[in-house]
């Protein structure tokens, strides 16, 4: 499988694309500002106890507190505890892991009020983001996690990932760890670490063991909630969970982030760092691979995927609905059993897609075609756990029942990825009147000359439809090329496939959008 990545890096928001052979699985949006990234550390604040739920809720700077259960506290909460006070306690000295008493493990079944008392000091991780309503999901278990390893503070014990089947792989693994790992640590062996050289996991382990240091003397000087270890970049985080030799290529538009990038595969594979390419090209990077396109195709209510086929996609807040449809699909001959199956296994590939793509998590029920014949029941079934055993995201996939529905678990740490795919009216802006049409590339125009003229900008890209562009650009002399004649070499026109048909803005050089868009006028 080929696999490419592209990072589009815009000033308000950073998306990236995750291709397989050139289609869309993945796509994650993040705008720049975004703080409250799953694995951040923070010194929280208790706020609330809740004995009914046996859970607290924690300030940890959140416009909503955050939320803590019982069971989250991990079994070495105390001595988290007595390592957190001992380094509030002096801004000087770093209390040493080596030397840290470990206290009895809590018990499974206890009382959060035995623990936490409001206005206590917690030193916390954000497990998930903040979804609807909800704050974010808290755990005091903290961990920091690397390509091949995650290490564990107060915890001596090195567990090795399941997907590692090879017994003798197994036990090398654990008795390299279990000699190289500092006293106080724990870890957990990622299953690419299989098969890696030990140098390669030695090396992880001392940046990793680093990160908790500098976590620690940033600890000694908190001054209430403080965000104490920030979890990598959004782009790099998700290359390191994903890398692999398969990847071919990642393609970056913005020269730090692309930096960032080929610093990290350096890093962690030198040998491929010629992967990762400045994209300089002044086509929007998501038009100039095909990425835009999909989008507008992949999201919404409604969803084609084979022969007419389509999939209807709901979304509640306590569960998300598939619905599989034949629509107009031309008949085999092979009988409507066969044709049944032959939708209902194209839509399992589509539905495993868009799981990932959408980022669903939580109960999904599939109302896939009847289906007679047990066996092609389980063919489906089969099918469905094939296409997902790529999915990242922990999940569970029961059977279909005797009424063709199928219940999936996905796993949630994020909001769902919702992306509106319809566009409003850029002619009428919603009143049902329009100006003439013909006048459109007058209205440019005349942006354009306030632009130069009054805001004395000489240098700027106006993005239009393709269609408008191509207008633009027909003729022995085309229009922008008198355009550029007039207000200077600086004024570029461009296509960008993500605008409404007579939707416009335009780009300084520094890449921010200047806003001289119409006002909507009222009609009275």
Not at 216 to 222: E, N, P
Not at 324 to 349: C, F, H, P
Not at 443 to 472: C, G, M, R, W
Not at 489 to 507: D, H, M, P, T, W
Request: proline fraction near 4%; hydrophobic fraction near 40%.
């Amino acid at each position: 499988m080929n696999s490419e990545l592209v990072v589009d890096v815009k000033p308000s928001e950073i998306s990236i694309a995750l291709l397989e052979d050139k289609r869309l699985v993945e796509l994650t949006q993040e705008t720049r500002e975004e703080q409250f990234a799953v694995g951040n550390i923070y010194l929280g604040k208790v706020k609330k106890i809740m004995p009914g739920l046996n859970a607290a809720f924690v300030d940890v700077g959140y416009e909503k507190d955050a939320f803590i259960h019982y069971l989250d506290l991990g079994p070495n909460f105390n001595t988290l505890s007595q390592f957190t006070l001992q380094a509030l306690s002096d801004p000087k000295k770093a209390p040493s892991m080596q030397k840290i008493k470990m206290l009895p493990e809590i018990e499974k079944t206890g009382s959060i009020n035995d623990l936490l008392k409001p206005g206590q000091q917690i030193l916390v991780q954000v497990a998930k983001e903040p979804i609807s309503t909800k704050g974010p999901r808290l755990t005091a278990e903290v961990s920091l996690a690397g390509r091949f390893l995650v290490l564990i503070p107060f915890n001596d014990k090195v567990l090795i990932s399941q997907k590692i089947k090879s017994e003798n792989e197994r036990v090398r693994l654990k008795q390299l760890i279990q000699s190289i790992k500092p006293k106080g640590f724990g870890v957990i062996v990622r299953t690419v670490a299989e098969d890696k050289k030990v140098a390669e996991l030695i090396n992880e382990l001392n940046v990793l063991v680093k990160r908790w240091d500098e976590a620690v003397a940033k600890l000694q000087q908190a001054k209430g909630v403080t965000l104490i270890s920030e979890e990598l970049g959004r782009t790099v985080g998700i290359i390191r969970d994903l890398f692999s030799p398969s990847f071919k290529n990642i393609y970056v538009n913005d020269p730090n982030v692309f930096a960032e990038v080929q610093d990290y595969i350096e890093w962690i594979a030198p040998e491929q760092k010629n992967i990762v390419k400045l994209y300089k090209d002044e086509t929007p990077i998501f038009d100039h691979f095909g990425i835009t396109k999909q989008i507008k195709s992949s999201f919404g209510k409604t969803v084609s995927f084979k022969n007419g086929a389509y999939l209807i996609i709901e979304h509640t807040e306590a569960l998300h609905v598939i619905d599989v449809n034949s629509g107009n699909r031309a008949k085999t001959g092979n009988g409507q059993e066969a044709n049944a199956l032959d939708v209902n296994l194209a839509a399992a590939d589509e539905i495993a897609r868009q799981l990932r793509l959408r980022d669903m998590g939580g109960i999904i029920v599939v109302d896939f075609i009847d289906l007679h014949e047990p066996d092609n029941r389980q063919k489906v079934y089969d099918r469905m756990k094939e296409m997902m055993a790529n999915d990242r995201a922990k999940h569970n996939i029961l059977p279909l029942s005797k009424f063709g529905l199928m219940q999936i678990t996905r796993q949630r740490v994020r909001p769902d990825t919702h992306i509106d795919i319809e566009e409003a009216c850029p002619t009428c802006f919603g009143t049902g009147k329009i100006k003439p049409s013909i006048l459109f590339t007058d209205q440019l125009e005349s942006k354009i000359d306030y632009l130069v003229n009054t805001l004395k900008v000489k240098e700027f890209t106006l993005y239009v439809h393709p269609y408008v562009e191509a207008y633009i650009s027909k003729g022995v002399i085309p229009l922008k090329h008198k355009w550029k004649m007039k207000y200077g070499r600086g004024c570029n026109v461009r296509a960008s496939q993500e605008l409404g048909f007579l939707q416009y803005k335009f780009i300084d050089k520094k890449g921010m959008e200047l806003n001289l868009q119409e006002e909507i006028e009222k009609i009275s």
